[in-house]
């Protein structure tokens, strides 16, 4: 069992990452994900770099090697497990599951986490449209575009919320704007930075830009996207 630090360190960078696990991320942008000072999360990097978990270059970055993206698709396996759990049985809002998310990955055991999955009939994503990795270690990778970048007249469907905030998440909620609802979008000012939503079932709202490149869709015409691994 890795320490709780190591875990942090592994599935933060794994979020960091783009898809392919190629790139390499600054040690300051891994600082600011994991909460701490460069110099305590290079200190952290050079440990696991000699363990066998990172790839590290001082003056380029960092990145997984294969066990070290393994064991940080098996952290964040259990933490999208979780939050689905607590949504779905326990009936939490989805506004305030991700910290108790972050207590419990590093503490549940795998037999307990697999039983979990088993009563929840194996969900592919969690209750913000995050892609839940397999037991086997593969995650969907198909992509989606933000709602940010979709004209007005436009139908979409909200797939992914990429903000935790429980504020947002709350926002989302109240206006119908969860993955998996539709959503037409009336209006663009790009003057003001704002966009005009009509959620099916739902009044019109008005969300900033900015926001609206947290919420990841698809085009409401489009079939469902085929499952992408890696």
Same mark, same amino acid.
């Given at each position: 069992?890795?320490?709780?630090?190591?875990?942090? @360190?592994?599935?933060?960078?794994?979020?960091? /990452?783009?898809?392919?696990?190629?790139?390499?991320?600054?040690? &300051?942008?891994?600082?600011?994900? !994991?909460?701490?000072?460069? &110099?305590?999360?290079? =200190?952290?990097?050079?440990?696991?770099?000699? #363990?066998?978990?990172?790839? @590290?270059?001082?003056?380029?970055?960092?990145?997984? +090697?294969?066990?070290?993206?393994?064991?940080?698709?098996?952290?964040?396996?259990?933490?999208? $497990?979780?939050? =689905? %759990?607590?949504?779905?049985?326990?009936?939490?809002?989805?506004?305030?599951?991700?910290?108790?998310?972050?207590?419990?990955?590093?503490?549940?055991?795998?037999?307990?986490?697999?039983?979990?999955? /088993?009563?929840?009939?194996?969900?592919?994503?969690?209750?913000?449209?995050?892609? $839940?990795? +397999?037991?086997?270690?593969?995650?969907? =990778?198909?992509?989606?575009?933000?709602?940010?970048? @979709?004209?007005?007249?436009?139908?979409? #469907?909200?797939?992914?919320?990429?903000?935790?905030?429980?504020? %947002?998440?709350? %926002?989302?909620?109240?206006?119908?704007?969860?993955? &998996?609802?539709? !959503?037409?979008?009336?209006?663009?000012?790009?003057?003001?930075?704002?966009? =005009?939503?009509?959620?099916?079932?739902?009044?019109?709202?008005? $969300?900033?830009?900015?926001?609206?490149?947290?919420?990841?869709?698809?085009?409401?015409?489009?079939?469902?996207?085929?499952?992408?691994?890696?």
């Amino acid at each position: 069992m890795h320490s709780t630090a190591v875990e942090n @360190y592994l599935k933060h960078l794994f979020l960091e /990452q783009n898809d392919d696990g190629e790139e390499l991320v600054a040690m &300051g942008r891994l600082a600011s994900a !994991v909460g701490v000072t460069p &110099g305590t999360a290079t =200190t952290m990097v050079k440990t696991l770099a000699e #363990s066998g978990l990172l790839d @590290y270059e001082p003056r380029g970055g960092v990145r997984l +090697t294969p066990a070290g993206r393994k064991l940080a698709l098996h952290v964040v396996r259990r933490h999208r $497990i979780i939050e =689905t %759990f607590l949504v779905k049985v326990l009936g939490l809002d989805w506004s305030e599951v991700h910290d108790e998310a972050e207590d419990l990955e590093h503490v549940i055991s795998d037999r307990v986490l697999e039983k979990i999955d /088993q009563i929840l009939n194996h969900p592919e994503r969690d209750p913000h449209g995050d892609p $839940i990795p +397999t037991a086997r270690g593969t995650i969907d =990778t198909a992509e989606h575009e933000s709602l940010a970048t @979709y004209d007005a007249g436009t139908d979409v #469907s909200v797939v992914r919320v990429l903000d935790q905030d429980p504020e %947002f998440l709350q %926002f989302l909620a109240r206006h119908r704007l969860r993955p &998996g609802q539709r !959503v037409a979008i009336q209006g663009r000012d790009e003057v003001a930075e704002a966009m =005009t939503l009509r959620p099916e079932s739902g009044n019109p709202v008005t $969300i900033g830009i900015g926001k609206a490149a947290k919420i990841l869709v698809r085009a409401a015409t489009d079939a469902a996207p085929e499952r992408r691994e890696s």
